[in-house]
């Protein structure tokens, strides 16, 4: 948007989580607990809808709210943020002003344009891994078919249905089902469950294993990866300074280690190694 971060900020969440690391650090939690006023949330003003990319996220339709309403959110979001900056301000400077000022103001700056920059990933790569997922995934497919006892054998049926899973499973394969069922009738066909049949010998449940893993892939990673490269080939991802005591970094929307996990499964299926895939 051609905003630049400066390098004279003081952020309050980082604040926060310097004086204690267990709790919630984000604006609203804290404006409750340190003045007791509870904050509007955006859920209760804002319609939402499926966001596009992330699966089991919301997008807030900021735009479908009346401004004199919104204004009232937005003038909290401000005003309560300036409060807790002269809160926790003589904190860090009494009891952690070398780590904040010349570590972690430092160090969320440069996390901020590296966010910006963002990460590059060849798209066509990713499409190509793709595509050769989805071909295990067909191989995995017909040897699942292949594993029904006759006069089945070969004969497809939909493999994320439960019913018809445990019809196959349990009924035609004969393989004794572990606990007991559910109140719909039907026994769990969760992924240690299949495993263990799987270590029993049964090849169908050793075939499901990997159509399920590799869907997932598919799924959540190359589909997901696919919808949010820029046109110019990059991600940008969130760097969570915060998400653990040690101060790990972790990353999100995406998660930048998906990545790599694409590439390493890509070239574990066939496809040749290429640096270029990798952010």
């Not at 904040?100 to 963002?118: P, S």
């Not at 490269?229 to 995406?254: A, E, M, Q, V, Y």
Request: aromatic content about 10%.
């Amino acid at each position: 948007m051609g905003i630049k971060i400066h390098d004279n900020i003081f952020d309050t969440m980082i604040a926060s989580w310097l004086e204690n690391t267990e709790g919630e650090h984000g604006l609203k939690p804290l404006t409750f607990q340190i003045f007791g006023y509870k904050m509007t949330e955006l859920s209760d003003i804002a319609p939402k809808e499926k966001h596009p990319h992330w699966k089991n996220e919301k997008v807030y339709r900021t735009d479908l709210v009346p401004i004199a309403e919104l204004g009232d959110y937005a003038f909290d979001d401000a005003i309560w943020t300036r409060r807790l900056y002269f809160h926790y301000l003589p904190i860090i400077d009494e009891l952690y002003r070398k780590v904040y000022y010349e570590l972690e103001r430092e160090f969320t700056v440069c996390l901020a344009e590296i966010e910006a920059y963002g990460a590059y990933v060849n798209k066509e790569k990713l499409m190509q891994i793709g595509k050769k997922i989805e071909e295990e995934m067909q191989k995995a497919e017909t040897e699942i078919f292949m594993c029904r006892p006759a006069p089945n054998t070969g004969v497809p049926f939909n493999i994320n249905s439960n019913n018809q899973l445990n019809e196959v499973l349990f009924n035609e394969c004969k393989i004794p089902p572990i606990g007991a069922p559910g109140k719909s009738g039907l026994y769990s066909t969760k992924a240690d469950y299949l495993e263990t049949y799987a270590k029993k010998g049964y090849q169908i449940a050793k075939a499901i294993l990997r159509y399920r893993e590799l869907e997932k892939l598919y799924g959540t990673y190359i589909k997901g990866m696919g919808g949010v490269i820029t046109d110019k080939g990059r991600i940008h991802c969130r760097f969570n300074r915060i998400g653990t005591r040690t101060g790990r970094l972790s990353s999100s929307k995406p998660n930048l280690g998906v990545i790599l996990e694409v590439v390493k499964r890509g070239e574990l299926l066939g496809s040749p190694k290429d640096d270029s895939a990798t952010a």
